[in-house]
């Protein structure tokens, strides 16, 4: 099976009743790791066919997906095989002293990703150069820029205080 968009990773996880999101973004062990059996198996596609109908077909023709009622869509194994890989792939856990600042550019980079926000060839490097250069002087930054940099904030001043870097961050 070929490896899942961001999206339809996310029509997976909410299928299964996984916070695709919240684990990939939690700095917790315990958000990283899938509980199973999952929550649940289903998408009901009732309140607003089209939009989902057209999110989930593409997950049937590859076979990770099939329709178990009229409305109602379920994972199969092979899908549940495939989400995990790339879940694990994803939500990665390191304990504090290994959190670098390699770990929170992924992050960074997983979550521009996640909300379809471009700021170049890297929006990590735009993240952390914004940051750096406006965040301790209170001058503006584009409201996609400090939505980025106010999730990641306080890592952000972890790793440098008062826009310089620290000598741990390399």
Known sequence: MK??????LNTIS???GVDLHGAVL???KKDKELV????????NTTDGS???IHKIL????MGAMERFRDDYFGVTE???KQFKRQFYEMAIYKPSKQQDIEYLKFRINWYCEFYNYKFGEVNSDHIIEEFKEKFYKHEYMSHTTKDVVGRFKSELKK??????NNNDSD
């Open 36 to 43: 199973e059996p999952f929550y649940r198996n289903y998408f």
């Open 159 to 164: 790793h440098f205080k008062n826009g310089s």
């Open 50 to 52: 089209p939009y989902y």
């Open 78 to 80: 092979e899908g549940i």
């Open 3 to 8: 490896e899942f968009t961001l999206g339809q």
């Open 58 to 61: 593409p997950l049937i023709e």
């Open 14 to 16: 909410h299928t299964l």
């Open 26 to 28: 939690s700095l917790k």
